[in-house]
């Protein structure tokens, strides 16, 4: 048992590295490269995929109204991340000011009570990094910045509201000098928005919301 947890440890460490190796395959794939025994590799992908968490959305009656909106600025933030991984920073901010557009169009008389106080707590949050972004048109090192603390914030609004589909909570521990950073994908499929084109398939799936 002390092996093959001292064995495990070791692995963990090598899976890290692999991001910086191997960065022209998927997150899952650099790591299986590294840790994966010739022998047993469904076994890996059966471990790393009950890994993965399933989340489910606090408040499943939304108003259809706030639904729509919601799920906008989800869109919209989606149109960030995906330009970020493109290494595209003046779509970034495109996404950015739609993003915006769409916070500022939320009516929250659609919310409940309890619906509108979990919004609250997150809405100054969307519209100062959208903000920045928004106006960082030619600085993706900027934008990838505030796109970190935007990303736990829409994690949060995802958490709450749903997004009208499943969303992947994903997440790189080289980020902001290795300090890591998460970020939602609409895919399961790992693009990092951190790296781009550097270290395209970057990181892991940490949990799914549904």
Not at 160 to 175: E, L
């Amino acid at each position: 048992m002390k092996k093959t947890f001292i064995i495990i440890s070791a692995f963990t460490t090598l899976a890290f590295a692999a991001c910086s190796d191997s960065p022209t395959k998927s997150g899952h794939e650099n790591h299986d490269t590294i840790t994966a025994q010739p022998t047993e590799p469904a076994a890996t992908q059966e471990t790393k995929e009950t890994d993965v968490k399933t989340i489910p959305v606090v408040f499943t009656s939304v108003d259809p109204n706030a639904a729509a909106s919601l799920k906008a600025v989800v869109d919209h933030y989606l149109h960030v991340k995906n330009a970020l991984v493109n290494d595209n920073a003046a779509e970034a901010a495109n996404g950015a000011k739609a993003m915006q557009k769409a916070v500022s169009g939320i009516d929250k008389s659609y919310l409940s009570a309890d619906q509108k106080s979990a919004y609250d707590k997150l809405e100054q949050s969307l519209k100062e990094h959208t903000a920045v972004i928004a106006k960082s048109g030619t600085k993706i090192a900027d934008q990838r910045t505030h796109f970190a603390s935007l990303s736990e914030t829409v994690y949060e609004l995802v958490k709450n509201f749903g997004a009208g589909r499943t969303m992947y909570h994903d997440h790189c521990p080289m980020a902001r000098n290795n300090q890591g950073a998460m970020w939602m994908s609409e895919n399961k499929e790992v693009t990092n928005p951190y790296f781009g084109a550097e270290m395209l398939n970057c990181g892991t799936v940490e949990e799914e919301v549904k």
